[in-house]
């Protein structure tokens, strides 16, 4: 005999098939869930390793600006030293350059010439005075140019005063201060050489023995004096 089954079997496959589909879809939910939480976990361990690196570097860049700074300070130090430094130095060098100028300006001073103003600017002098003649002055620039300490005398101005009968000629007449032996550009200013140095050259001959036969040479002391008295630097 045939055997029939009259229970609701499709009912109850259905309700497996059901119970199978929303297994699946909790576990492919679950799977998301996780993979979705992985993803941001990662992503977000990223970006705060990255903005720790940010603050590190953003610390460092203040601490090497706060650096900086002092280098720029130190620096602004190191070249006022250095001002400083030169300054001294110039001063060293040049200390016995004015003693040797007034000693200069009384030796080469000619008979029948009296100053009346030194004026000084850098290596620049500026002298003005009163002459007996125009060969007067002439002879006094012949004799600064024999100096060692004076160079490149340069006649101004000379005309004819009037106020002094003995000394009618007023003359100005500008000169570059030196050293023995150093070598001078056409600007006035020393000749340095490849190690930075001034250049030196030989020695010139003293003025007494170049000129011994100018007014400089034979110039009694009384005019000396009255150079003395007459100029006023």
Do not use: C
């Not at 150093?182 to 050489?193: M, N």
């Amino acid at each position: 005999m045939a055997k029939v089954n009259l229970l609701p079997w499709r009912a109850e496959r259905r309700n497996e098939r059901q119970k199978a589909f929303y297994v699946m879809l909790g576990v492919a939910v679950a799977v998301g869930l996780v993979l979705g939480l992985g993803t941001w976990m990662y992503y977000n361990g990223q970006i705060d390793g990255q903005n720790a690196r940010n603050a590190y570097l953003t610390d460092q860049i203040t601490q090497l600006d706060a650096k900086l700074k002092e280098i720029e300070k130190l620096d602004k130090k190191k070249e006022t030293l250095l001002r400083r430094k030169d300054v001294i130095e110039q001063l060293q060098a040049n200390r016995s350059q004015m003693v040797h100028l007034f000693d200069e300006l009384v030796r080469t001073i000619p008979e029948g010439v009296r100053l009346t103003s030194v004026k000084q600017d850098g290596n620049k002098l500026t002298l003005e005075g009163l002459s007996q003649s125009n060969a007067r002055v002439s002879a006094y620039m012949r004799n600064i140019e024999a100096s060692g300490w004076m160079t490149n005398p340069d006649l101004n101005v000379i005309q004819v005063a009037g106020d002094d009968k003995t000394l009618p000629y007023a003359f100005t007449l500008g000169l570059t201060l030196t050293k023995p032996g150093q070598v001078l550009g056409p600007d006035g200013k020393p000749v340095l050489g490849p190690d930075g140095k001034p250049l030196v050259a030989p020695a010139p001959g003293a003025a007494s023995g170049s000129d011994a036969g100018s007014p400089a040479a034979s110039a009694p002391s009384a005019s000396a004096a009255s150079s003395k008295g007459g100029a006023t630097p």
